[in-house]
């Protein structure tokens, strides 16, 4: 399995060691480790070198933009085609705050999906309270990858894959409130679901209590096959081939 979305730095983790470890014996075949700021996006770089799992995506998250100029941009261009750097991510909007700034996340938004452009890569994408601009966004943009945590209705699900994008799923999925990605899990083709953990983030049910990280992975994949009524393995293929296409690594792994 691939977990596509996930943040394992030293920020969340005391010991990223026993952390890989315990991922690396969780039939997990690679990880995407995604930047949200320069700190982060940095400690991706020596990440990705340290552990053989570890493939990473720059980014700069679209509420983490207040230290972001053009020089933070330049440096994401030079940067996005190092070794095992993969994806542009995790980018997006978030309007969930009352003051927040759309017109600079969405600047910020497009200059990022046009670098992904430029270097052949695929984006991840974060949406909150912000679906449908978006969606007209990434539609213009061209690009192709995974829209992270998805939590939309299932029609804007299948246009999304329309334009070229998967479906992340995570922890989400084995909430109790789960209704509305049940349905979109229901009704789109299982060739654009994505799995993904968010770790430290939305660790799945009934292990809520602890740090989430990508060994619970399985757990995910267990709801979705729950949920589809479909084989657990063939699913597993399926889901694993799907990052594998989208994020391009027939090359690497």
């Not at 994505?194 to 757990?219: A, H, V």
Request: net charge negative; hydrophobic share 30%; aromatic share 10%.
């Amino acid at each position: 399995m691939i977990d596509t979305h996930c943040h394992i730095y030293s920020e969340y983790y005391e010991n990223l060691d026993e952390i890989i470890d315990k991922i690396k014996n969780s039939d997990i075949k690679a990880v995407i480790v995604n930047g949200c700021d320069m700190k982060s996006n940095k400690e991706i770089l020596n990440l990705v070198k340290k552990y053989d799992i570890v493939y990473g995506a720059l980014g700069f998250h679209p509420t983490e933009l207040n230290d972001v100029t053009e020089k933070e941009l330049q440096w994401l261009e030079q940067h996005i085609n190092d070794d095992k750097i993969i994806a542009v991510g995790e980018i997006g909007l978030d309007y969930h705050y009352d003051d927040t700034d759309k017109e600079k996340q969405q600047y910020f938004f497009k200059r990022q999906l046009e670098i992904a452009k430029r270097n052949n890569k695929p984006v991840i994408i974060h949406t909150r309270d912000s679906i449908q601009d978006t969606y007209n966004i990434v539609k213009k943009s061209k690009c192709k990858g995974s829209i992270h945590c998805y939590s939309g209705s299932v029609e804007m699900a299948k246009e999304f894959i329309k334009v070229g994008f998967c479906i992340g799923i995570g922890g989400i999925v084995t909430f109790k409130n789960a209704k509305n990605i049940i349905e979109v899990i229901k009704n789109i083709d299982e060739e654009y679901i994505l799995l993904e953990t968010d770790s430290p983030y939305l660790t799945p049910e009934p292990y809520r209590k602890y740090k989430n990280d990508s060994s619970y992975l399985n757990i995910i994949l267990e709801k979705i096959s729950s949920i589809r009524s479909q084989n657990y393995d063939y699913l597993k293929r399926v889901t694993t081939s799907n990052a594998v296409r989208e994020f391009d690594f027939n090359k690497k792994l």
